[in-house]
Nanobody, 124 residues
Framework: QVQLVESGGGLVQAGGSLSVSCAAS????????MGWFRQAPGKEREFVGA????????FYADSVKGRFTISRDNAKNTVYLQMNSLKPEDTAVYYC?????????????????WGQGTQVTVSS
């Protein structure tokens, strides 16, 4: 089992940048595909991106491709989401999630563990 804790959310102006992190407990972090999702008020949880176990592969939603970057440091049990050129529509609670499988999945039902989320607000 793994426990996930996000941090680094906040308020930023449109066009700005923000980085959020997700720290995982346990000694098997490198055994999980890690994903980022977001949920805005009144909307369903939306896939943002995912990164493979060793960090060599990433997969992004079209809405964030070219603006967001996911990376991970398995020695620190941490996955990162760097967000650039932020837009007001990026405002949401951002969640990290861990998948025991090998495929980079976009469906939230594929993920086994979830963090509590961190709020990101982009002002216009």
């Amino acid at each position: 089992q793994v426990q996930l804790v996000e941090s680094g959310g906040g308020l930023v102006q449109a066009g700005g940048s923000l980085s959020v992190s997700c720290a995982a407990s346990g000694r098997t972090f490198s055994s999980y595909v890690m994903g980022w999702f977001r949920q805005a008020p009144g909307k369903e949880r939306e896939f943002v991106g995912a990164i493979s176990r060793n960090g060599a592969s990433t997969f992004y939603a079209d809405s964030v491709k070219g603006r967001f970057t996911i990376s991970r440091d398995n020695a620190k049990n941490t996955v990162y989401l760097q967000m650039n050129s932020l837009k007001p529509e990026d405002t949401a609670v951002y969640y990290c999630a861990a998948d025991r499988g090998y495929t980079l999945n976009s469906g939230p039902y594929k993920y086994d563990y979830w963090g509590q989320g961190t709020q990101v607000t982009v002002s216009s």
